[in-house]
């Protein structure tokens, strides 16, 4: 495997993109996931690709917003035309996304094999050596228009923190977030990560389209298995559960009531969550203690 020194900076002309349909830098937009979407109202073929410098009004899971300073991320949005998928499948989409930016991310960075996790349902994560709190990395956003028809449309816009140096972190966020130049102590260029993305992307996707998921690299990477972690529902209400799993059929989290075991002989049943979202994390398994975010 290339060490960060080996993988220089790769100019657009040598950038692996040929493999795309459509492939365009801007230095500021709006957000991604609308050009893309855009493109494929147009009946641009799959898959294209926008990256951005900086995005006006990028956006993130329940009308976040989503910011990084010029140059600080990879800010991309793919656009896929997932007729070959089985509807209730879209979901991999953006879990091969992820799955290649993470291992993207740690290759460019230098950093240890699982050091970038994911957290369910839609983040890139890592955990502070110094603290052991989870921070945010990056993070995952799909959007889909006429699935179950011959139009069917899906964009995965996926932004990381790159170059972002600890000391310019926004002050409201600066003890939940991080960078690769943050975890590796050192600079990270985004040039780099952005083709060893493209690269581990494009049999990912060849992979999905002959029915096969990576199911396994998709659950090791998780954070939040066998863990006790607080769930919001869309209705604002919360909830403490564990989340033992997570299915590789539905994409949704397996939860259970914290004391409780699932199986015939324990008293917690083990339930599907396909939409929530986790706020508190405790590490180290049901009994721990230690709070992450």
Request: charged content about 25%.
């Amino acid at each position: 495997m290339p060490t960060p020194d080996d993988l220089i900076p790769t100019p657009d002309d040598l950038m692996p993109t040929g493999w795309l349909s459509r492939f365009e830098r801007f230095d500021v937009v709006g957000s991604t996931n609308d050009v893309v979407a855009g493109w494929l109202r147009e009946g641009t073929p799959e898959v294209c690709a926008a990256v951005a410098d900086v995005q006006s009004a990028g956006r993130g899971r329940n009308g976040r917003t989503w910011a990084a300073p010029p140059g600080a991320g990879v800010l991309i949005s793919l656009g896929f035309r997932p007729t070959w998928l089985e509807v209730g499948h879209t979901w991999r989409l953006g879990a091969i996304v992820s799955l290649a930016m993470a291992d993207a991310a740690e290759t460019a960075a230098g950093l240890r094999a699982g050091t970038v996790r994911l957290k369910w349902p839609n983040d890139l994560v890592a955990i502070d050596r110094r603290t052991g709190d989870v921070r945010k990395l990056g993070g995952m956003l799909g959007e889909t228009d006429g699935l179950a028809t011959g139009d069917a449309r899906a964009v995965i816009g996926l932004g990381i923190n790159v170059d972002w140096a600890p000391e310019r972190f926004p002050a409201d966020l600066a003890e939940s977030m991080t960078s690769l130049t943050d975890l590796s102590g050192r600079t990270v260029d985004r040039e780099v990560v952005l083709r060893v993305f493209l690269e581990r992307l494009e049999p990912a996707v060849a992979t999905l389209r002959t029915g096969r998921f990576p199911a396994r690299a998709w659950t090791d990477r998780q954070l939040t298995n066998g863990t006790i972690v607080m769930l919001e529902q869309p209705d604002g209400t919360s909830e403490t559960v564990v989340a033992e799993d997570v299915d590789t059929e539905s994409g949704a989290l397996l939860v259970r009531d914290p004391g409780r075991h699932s199986g015939p002989t324990g008293d917690g049943q083990r339930r599907s969550v396909l939409v929530g979202e986790i706020h508190h994390l405790r590490l180290g398994g049901p009994d721990a203690s230690k709070a992450g975010v």
